[in-house]
């Protein structure tokens, strides 16, 4: 468990975050989620001990142990398993089965476990990382955008490790459905303050908006009674009947403590620049053939077209050839074999994730989007700057100087300043908070024209793809569909590396230890069940004793006869939340024990079934 009380973060004049306070208790997996440059990473390496708070402090029981991805890529070893075990505890640091089941999970082969670690791309060399971090056991796993160097198979097999680990999980992503399926709580960082919720990022932003309209209304209230408030001092500061009842008054203007207007969040918001096409058929792929080497090709004899309303998603493993085909499709790599035909009006809009070391360092984001079609005025460049979240003086800032997510998104800048009519999109979504990704998605359902797209992101292949080119165990097909019929007909399972096989329990006895299991959680968490459950009906209750008193307030603060006793009502009211305050601490460590009690129950049944 770890505790954070009053956290305050600055730069400079510019204040990050402040007054964070919230708790990470047993068995909680919790998705951080708020917007780029909120301070979702420097919140994590203020917990991991990277960099420190300005104020506030965090507690943790003794010896309690963090397991946080390091980017940094350091070897000793010269074989991937040798590297990894040594991440092992001491008294498992012979269990080669079990760093062997978690680099399996991420994708690695039979064949790379006596490969150097240093011959794998940069996404495998932290893939090595990641395992060394999860076979250290620590209690709390803190993860950074980990989707952005897995693919789609290794993303399932970590959804399936995180739902079964047995500490405490603080992961950031921008796959919302990703988080939402491993997570318990979403905690999000906005205008500085933090709120978690028990829940999806569906409930977390549903309460956010709810506090917002409250906070608002509860402004304007404010705004209201102080203006009404001043009109009384300014009408009888000068009547000798009045003037001491004004005095009074203007006295206790000058206490109130009025809420301050929300901060404007700053949104991406574009169109793709469509070029108007006659074509129905855009492309026409026939048995096309490529491989770096010709003796080992990533793909052979694909054959595909490419029309008007298709959204195809490029999908498989990483490493397999997904990038490459659209560099092909492109134009900037040539065939081996086979024809790429394309319709003469056809107009090609290629976003590409490596396209940011094409990006100049010295230039501006307006010269780097000016770049891209010395046509636009000045006029229409500002415009894309601004809607790529660089208004005003954000447009001369220098590429040297921006983040990742802002270099992707000068990157797209120069997709929309071109005018297109077939997008090839790599990875489009990785760097982008879920706002902007929101953002993305909607547009590109609403392009007029064609999509090809790279991605590991369930949630946008669910949303857009109708149809797939698949890379599954060595092989490139066309799938015509969408992603729910191909899980449905094709599936991922003959493409996911498996361990060797461990000896084999007899039938029965496993039947008869599960049922056991099973008898045993049901009587443990049977009493607890029936306690949260009358802990809900008993927050419910209050709530709506809450909500009743707060318009009785909105009622006597309208009411100009006095005849209600403010203060009564807000006693009861104070008194009222002090019980709901008990009662949701009360139920999260009630939700935290049935959490935990079934964590333990799945970790016996899931070993018994492995063997």
């Not at 010896?63 to 040594?86: A, M, P, R, V």
């Not at 006596?114 to 709390?140: E, H, M, V, W």
């Not at 084999?504 to 599960?514: G, S, Y």
């Not at 203060?567 to 999260?588: S, V």
Request: net charge negative.
């Amino acid at each position: 468990m770890i505790q954070v009380s009053n956290l305050k973060k600055t730069y400079g004049s510019r204040v990050l975050f402040e007054g964070l306070t919230f708790s990470l208790n047993k068995g909680d997996r919790v998705g951080l989620v708020g917007r780029n440059g909120s301070g979702k990473s420097t919140l994590i390496k203020i917990i991991v001990g990277l960099e420190e708070a300005d104020e506030g402090q965090i507690t943790q029981p003794q010896n309690y142990k963090i397991g946080y991805l390091d980017q940094h890529i350091h070897f000793t070893k010269n074989q991937l398993l040798e590297e990894c075990i040594q991440a092992l505890p001491k008294e498992q640091e012979h269990d080669f089965y079990r760093a062997e089941k978690i680099l399996f999970g991420l994708g690695f082969s039979e064949d790379d476990m006596q490969k150097q670690p240093t011959q794998f791309s940069g996404g495998y060399q932290l893939r090595i990382n990641l395992t060394k971090c999860l076979l250290a056991q620590p209690d709390l796993l803190i993860l950074d955008e980990p989707t952005n160097y897995l693919d789609i198979l290794s993303l399932q097999w970590m959804k399936r490790f995180l739902k079964s680990f047995p500490g405490e999980v603080l992961i950031i992503t921008h796959d919302r459905e990703f988080m939402d399926e491993v997570t318990t709580h979403t905690m999000g960082i906005n205008r500085k303050k933090l709120l978690k919720v028990q829940g999806s990022t569906d409930k977390y932003y549903e309460q956010l908006a709810a506090d917002e309209e409250i906070y608002e209304k509860t402004r304007l209230n404010q705004e209201r009674k102080l203006e009404q408030l001043n009109r009384f001092v300014e009408r009888f500061r000068a009547k000798a009947s009045k003037a001491t009842q004004a005095q009074s008054v203007a006295k206790r203007i000058a206490k109130m403590s009025i809420l301050s207007q929300m901060e404007s969040e700053q949104m991406m918001g574009f169109r793709f620049n469509y070029k108007e096409s006659p074509a129905k058929r855009v492309m026409d792929v026939q048995n096309l053939s490529f491989g770096f080497d010709k003796n080992d090709l990533l793909f052979k004899e694909l054959s595909f077209d490419v029309k008007i309303e298709d959204r195809i998603a490029i999908i498989g493993k990483n490493g397999k050839g997904k990038s490459t085909l659209l560099n092909v499709l492109a134009g900037n790599l040539t065939s081996l074999a086979g024809e790429i035909k394309t319709h003469p009006a056809t107009k090609i809009g290629y976003y590409q994730q490596t396209h940011r070391k094409d990006l100049h360092p010295s230039w501006s984001v307006d010269e780097e989007i000016q770049s891209a079609n010395i046509e636009l005025g000045l006029s229409e460049v500002r415009a894309i700057c601004g809607a790529m979240m660089f208004p005003g003086d954000d447009a001369k800032k220098k590429i040297s100087v921006l983040s990742g997510g802002e270099q992707s998104r000068v990157l797209l800048g120069k997709v929309l300043a071109q005018p297109s009519n077939l997008l090839l999109l790599d990875e489009p979504t990785n760097h982008l908070d879920m706002e902007s990704i929101e953002v993305l998605t909607e547009e590109i359902d609403a392009f007029p024209g064609p999509v090809l797209i790279v991605t590991h992101s369930e949630t946008i292949l669910h949303r857009l793809a109708n149809k797939l080119i698949v890379f599954k165990a060595d092989d490139c097909f066309v799938f015509n569909g969408n992603y729910d019929e191909f899980l449905e007909k094709v599936g991922w399972d003959d493409d996911t590396p498996k361990t060797k096989t461990k000896v084999k329990v007899d039938k029965k006895e496993i039947k008869r230890l599960r049922a056991e299991i099973i008898q045993k959680r049901s009587k443990e968490l049977s009493p607890l069940k029936k306690q949260s459950e009358e802990c809900e009906k008993q927050i419910e209750k209050i709530e709506h004793e809450l909500h009743h008193k707060n318009e009785l307030v909105m009622s006597s603060l309208n009411d100009q006869s006095g005849s209600t006793s403010l203060q009564d009502i807000y006693k009861e009211i104070g008194q009222l939340q002090l019980q709901q305050e008990r009662a949701y601490t009360e139920l999260e460590s009630l939700i935290s024990k049935i959490e935990y009690i079934n964590k333990r129950y799945d970790s016996e049944l899931n070993e018994l079934l492995d063997n």
